[in-house]
Every structure is written in C-alpha cells, then in structure tokens.
C-alpha cells in the first residue's frame, strides 16, 4: 500500500501499490491528484523479507518475494535463488518472475548453480529451465561461463547444474555455446549430461532434424541424436 497527502487539500490517502504513477480522485475534496511512486525496497528491508520468506503461509512467502524483485542488489538475488528451493510451487513462481523483473544475468547462473547443489528432482530441473528460459538471451553468458568452467574441472558443478545450463542453451538456440555443448558430449563423465548435450547440439546446429528426431518416442531418441551429434562436431570441425 502507498499512503500520501492530497495535493490540493491535504487529506491522507492510501492506495494499492499497484496504482503507483496514477490518478485518484480524492474523497474529501473530489479532486484528481497523482498517487507517487512506490517506494524502493530499501536494504534495511531485505533482512525482515528475509525472514519472510521463511513464514509458514504460502501468502507471506510469495510477497516477501514479490517485493523482492523490486530491489536492484545482489543480496536481493541471493535470497531469491535460495527460495526457489520452497516447496510450494507458487512461490517458486513468484521467485522466478522477480528475477525476470531485475533482469539480472548474475540470477540465471546462480540458480542454475544452486539446482545442482540442492535439488535432486528432475521435475524441479525442468521447471527452473521452462521458467529460466524466458529470460531469452540474457540467460546465454552465465550459462556459457558454467561450462567454460566445468571444461576446465568437470566435477566443479552437479550433473543436474549441466544439464540445466545445456537444456537451456539449447532451448534458446544459443550457438555460442555448440563448441562447449560438443564438449560436454564427448568429455563429460555423466551419461545424462552426455545425453542432453547430444539433444541440445542437435537442437541449435540442426533444428530441422530435431524436430524429426523429437517424433520418435523418447526410449529412441538417443541413438539418432548421438549420431547426428557426431556428424555436426565432424562437419563443423569442432575440435572436442
């Protein structure tokens, strides 16, 4: 809610947040005047949000990360990766449209991080990627830099976290990232991550050919998807 003054006759009004920048007409004396802004979430706010996120009504929860997303700073995200781990649903929802509304990429690659060290359900994974892969091309440089790292130290990240950043890559048809992805392929130790990064290298370098390959039933996917693979890394002169 936003409480102020009547311009003209200096009656208190509130209003819902949602009105901030808009009209309303004054009670006492009839007149239009301009609800203000909403104001900012200060930093001495983040600790008791903080300490929402934690209450036990799904209502509380869910706002504490709606207000959230209306404060540009890094602790702000840090709070939001770690909700994304409640158990309810919507307010994993909630988490992930804050994050979209900062707009910051530092947030992908942090949650994409902490699904591997805290989440073991392919159900959540899936859901993070849908929801992470509507934050379009910002969701490409953290992502890229996971595997750069995880190229470098193959243990460094959870097979689940790969397999996220790879999902994603793929779904957003990031070719930037298909040397890295062949790598993955070729190199990593995790059959699954092998798997999805055959999928998603398919998926960017030849699309016409996965949508073929996505007509089969996923018990025959593989076989084909490991082949075309090959024949892109081959034609491509990648070097894995």
């Known amino acids: 809610m936003i409480t102020y003054k009547c311009v003209h006759c200096g009656e208190a009004m509130t209003v819902p947040a949602c009105l901030a920048g808009g009209t309303e007409k004054c ?15 200060q930093e001495v706010d983040l600790d008791k949000l903080g300490q929402q996120l934690h209450h036990p009504e799904t209502k509380v929860r869910c706002k504490a990360a709606e207000d959230l997303g209306g404060c540009k700073s890094l602790k702000a995200i840090e709070m939001l990766v770690g909700a994304f781990r409640d158990h309810d649903k919507f307010v994993r929802a909630q988490v992930t449209d804050s994050l979209r509304k900062l707009a910051d990429p530092r947030g ?11 989440w073991v359900s392919a159900a959540i994974v899936h859901e993070a990627v849908r929801e992470l892969v509507k934050f379009g091309p910002i969701a490409g440089p953290p992502l890229i830099e996971i595997l750069t790292e995880t190229n470098k130290n193959p243990r460094k990240y959870e097979p689940e976290a790969i397999r996220a950043s790879i999902m994603i890559l793929g779904l957003l ?25 055959a999928y998603s290298l398919v998926m960017i370098e030849h699309p016409e050919q996965w949508q073929e390959i996505t007509k089969l039933p996923e018990s025959k996917r593989r076989s084909p998807a490991r082949e075309e693979a090959k024949q892109i890394i081959k034609d491509k002169h990648i070097l894995v």
């Open 27 to 41: 009670p006492s004396c009839t007149k239009d005047t301009i609800v203000p802004p909403k104001p900012p979430v």
């Open 173 to 197: 048809g990031e070719q930037k990232a298909s040397s890295l992805i062949a790598k993955m392929f070729r190199r990593h130790f995790d059959i699954h991550v092998r798997d999805e990064a």
């Open 108 to 118: 992908v690659g942090m949650l994409v991080r902490d699904l591997g060290g805290h």
